[in-house]
């Protein structure tokens, strides 16, 4: 989803004051729908669509498709770790394990410290190859994985900052959650009857006019005083805008080029984020191509499966679209979408689509589909070169850097956001475009209209 460089009009749509609580408060909801907007606020509320919670997971290991637990009392049963890396991780989770090196860790390092080898190697080496497409040796257990490095540095122990925050949570409870919303049973996945694609789709339909689609910000200038002015490429030739504030939520190496004019140090700041290739690969195969063991009461059932990189798989795992949400492919028939490539396997971007077909259907006869099954029809091949920025050693210091350059520079209501900043989880884009929003609101109510 994209909601690349919004910036905000500054011409308020009625006068300021008396009411300017109530212009700020209009701001913000405007704010809000223009960053991103919940389903309901869209309209589509009808056509969410949630995987069950309860469907099994998978992980590959030593040729087999594994469940991984999907819940606390699951854990002792779990076939995918053994018992003594189950006690490893148990010892590990209440703190009895070496204390932190007092240097930046890896995903690896942190993991492999605090809950031990068969965790990284069975369960968080896929899992970042899930979320980021991403090498663990080399992503930052503080910047990828925030909320878990932070159990241990507030209670001594993932488990000791777990009940921690448990406590809190039970001293400042949520405020009530908005009923009108959807209600998930559970932690899981979700999309739209037609695909991710309605929910933009919907937002722009919503905004009318404001929305400009192909526009393409080819230059930021400061003006005198407070403000920038925008200069954007479009269908129509090139147009000017002005304007108090700027979100900048496209992909950091585009930031960087926009704003090397402006700040030297900001730039080469947000140069530094790597964003390696990925492919994704929509294939889909008769119900009788999927191999008798992989089957639940006759129907492949589950959200997936993660392939880690010792196993001998290219691909880095397979969505079971059919299996998840309605109507993805006609009876008798199942659709697998599959991810390959990654900072592991940068080579995918020299290859064919058809190789890149191949290489999944290969993997895919390994431990899902019979061997002797039908070609696939290939339904979508689609090569990201620059796919998923990688929160590497470093990130959080080089986007520090970033925004304080901004700010030392003072190019005050310049904001930079997207997932390199927030986290890369489309739910975390959405959660981050909230808080921008408020800033932004709090921004303006403060300076630009005192
Ligand atoms: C293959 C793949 C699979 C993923 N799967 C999942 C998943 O299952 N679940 C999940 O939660 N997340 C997933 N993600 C991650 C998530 O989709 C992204 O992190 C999120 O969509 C990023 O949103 P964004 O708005 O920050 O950036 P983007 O969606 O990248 O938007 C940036 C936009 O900026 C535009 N742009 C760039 N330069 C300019 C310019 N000069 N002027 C104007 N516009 C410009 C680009 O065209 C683009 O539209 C996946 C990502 C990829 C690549």
């Avoid at 689609?213 to 005083?225: E, H, P, Q, V, Y």
């Amino acid at each position: 989803m994209s909601a690349a460089a919004i910036s905000i009009s500054t011409k308020p749509p009625c006068p300021i004051s008396p009411g300017l609580e109530g212009f700020r408060r209009r701001l913000l909801r405007q704010l809000v729908r223009c960053s991103v907007t919940s389903e309901v606020d869209s309209g589509l509320k009808d056509d969410l669509v949630l995987g069950d919670p309860n469907a099994p997971r998978f992980v590959l290991w030593n040729g087999k498709l594994l469940p991984v637990p999907s819940k606390p009392t699951d854990i002792p049963f779990f076939e995918l770790l053994s018992f003594g890396g189950k006690l490893r991780a148990g010892f590990g989770a209440i703190g009895i394990r070496p204390p932190p090196p007092g240097h930046e860790e890896t995903v690896e390092e942190f993991v492999r410290r605090n809950l031990g080898d068969e965790v990284f190697e069975r369960l968080i080496e896929p899992f970042c190859s899930g979320v980021y497409a991403g090498d663990p040796s080399k992503l930052s257990m503080k910047a990828a994985f925030g909320r878990v490095w932070r159990l241990e540095q507030s209670g001594g122990s993932i488990i000791g900052g777990t009940l921690k925050a448990l406590q809190e949570r039970n001293k400042n409870p949520k405020p009530s959650r908005d009923p009108s919303l959807p209600k998930p049973k559970g932690q899981t996945v979700g999309s739209f009857m037609k695909g991710l694609s309605m929910l933009p789709n919907a937002i722009s339909l919503r905004l009318g006019n404001k929305v400009k689609l192909s526009w393409n910000l080819i230059s930021i200038k400061k003006r005198d005083g407070l403000g920038y002015t925008l200069m954007y490429e479009t269908q129509e030739g090139l147009v000017s805008v002005d304007t108090k504030t700027v979100v900048l939520t496209i992909p950091s190496y585009a930031a960087s080029s926009l704003l090397h004019p402006l700040s030297n140090v900001a730039a080469d700041s947000l140069s530094k984020f790597y964003y390696p290739p990925v492919a994704a690969v929509s294939i889909s195969y008769p119900q009788e191509a999927i191999r008798r063991e992989c089957l639940i009461d006759g129907e492949l059932k589950g959200f997936g499966q993660l392939h880690p990189r010792s196993q001998g798989v290219e691909t880095l795992g397979t969505i079971y679209s059919s299996s998840l949400f309605p109507n993805r492919a006609p009876p008798g028939r199942v659709l697998l979408l599959s991810y390959i490539g990654g900072s592991t396997n940068t080579v995918i971007l020299s290859k064919k689509e058809s190789d890149l077909v191949e290489d999944v259907d290969r993997d895919l006869r390994k431990m899902l589909i019979n061997p002797a099954a039908k070609e696939p029809l290939v339904l979508g091949v689609r090569v990201w070169p620059r796919a998923i920025p990688q929160f590497l050693i470093g990130h959080l210091d080089h986007l520090e850097a970033a925004r304080g350059a901004l700010r030392k520079g003072g190019f005050e209501g310049l904001f930079l956001g997207g997932n390199y900043v927030t986290g890369v989880a489309l739910g975390r884009c959405v959660e981050g475009a909230y808080e921008t929003a408020e800033v932004v609101s709090n921004f303006l109510s403060k300076y630009a209209y005192s």
